[in-house]
């Protein structure tokens, strides 16, 4: 465990100077150049975390609490749970906007509610928290505590889900790499297991393979959002060795500095054709003006995505 961690942080280290060393070649090409940057001088220029807004709802109610774990805890306390230390995380690295968005209203009805709650909220991302379980098909039953629980090893792991029915699917696709990456950087790997046919109607489209992201066009807090949306299964609670490690307070620590991290990327990568805009009369002097109001958007935008 300890030495993942440390292969993690270094992984971390790794993903932050290149995203730096990016960002800067393409701020500045020919400066750039063997030079060591002063890291704490990027980020905060570029995203302003104070106006941030970032709502984290927290999957399920306590009345209707989604799954039920090996162990017979229900999906909605470690929702909550998870969900209080991302926002405790993201106040404390600076993103003073986060709310945490809890409801009590039953399904469908609630659903709408969470969208429509941050909507008015003019909130600038929504990732709802979710634990993951398998269709009924796929349980295995063993006693607990002297109860019947049921309980699946075989797909452990987190998965990222978008709809491309979200108004800013690009947005959507851009954080849920991100977050898939910073996961990924801490350790963590996500489940395939949502290609396999034996998923049945809940088989999904993998849009990233490498970050785990998936296509889940249906989902009502993704595609009523008018904000970029993601939904969050941060592990299986069927699984019996990953819900213990789910419970502990150092994977909720792993998975809410993923988070935050990937916060901090979407929040810098859009806050860059603001820059970009800033930086256009100086380069309107040897632009044909018929071009000015297309050019320099469009390049600034496809700057902001990451390569894969
Ligand atoms: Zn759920």
Redesign the pocket.
């Known amino acids: 465990m300890k030495t993942r961690l440390m292969i993690g942080l270094r992984h971390a280290g790794l993903t932050f100077c290149a995203l730096l060393a990016a960002v800067l070649l393409v701020a500045a090409p020919s400066a750039a150049r063997g030079e060591e940057p002063a890291p704490a001088a990027v980020k905060p220029d570029l995203c302003q975390r104070a106006k941030f807004r970032v709502v984290i709802d927290v999957?399920?109610t306590v009345d209707v609490p989604?799954?039920m774990s090996a162990r017979g805890i229900p999906?909605y306390a470690f929702n909550l749970q998870l969900a209080r230390q991302v926002k405790q995380s993201l106040g404390d690295a600076g993103f003073n906007e986060a709310v945490l968005l809890v409801t009590t209203t039953a399904p469908w009805r609630g659903l709408f509610e969470r969208a429509a709650r941050a909507n008015a909220m003019h909130a600038d991302l929504f990732i709802a928290i979710?634990?993951d379980s398998v269709p009924d098909n796929l349980l295995q039953t063993w006693q607990y505590a002297g109860q019947d629980e049921h309980y699946n090893d075989d797909y452990p792991g987190y998965a990222i889900f978008i709809s491309n029915d979200n108004p800013d699917r690009a947005g959507s696709l851009l954080f849920g790499r991100f977050l898939g990456h910073e996961l990924e950087a801490r350790g963590l790997q996500y489940t395939p297991h949502y290609t396999l046919p034996l998923m049945g109607h809940r088989r999904r489209e993998l849009v990233d393979a490498k970050a785990g992201v998936y296509r889940y066009d249906q989902l009502i807090v993704l595609r009523a959002t008018h904000m970029p949306a993601v939904l969050l299964e941060a592990g299986s609670i069927v699984n019996r060795q990953e819900e213990l490690q789910l419970a502990s307070p150092e994977r909720r620590t792993l998975t809410s500095a993923a988070i935050v991290a990937a916060v901090e990327d979407f929040c810098a990568a859009r806050a860059k054709p603001v820059e970009a805009k800033a930086a256009a009369p100086v380069k309107r002097v040897n632009l044909n003006p018929q071009l000015r109001p297309s050019v320099t958007p469009a390049r600034s935008g496809s700057g902001a995505m990451p390569a894969h």
Do not use: I, K
């Open positions: 999957g399920h989604g799954a999906e979710h634990h």
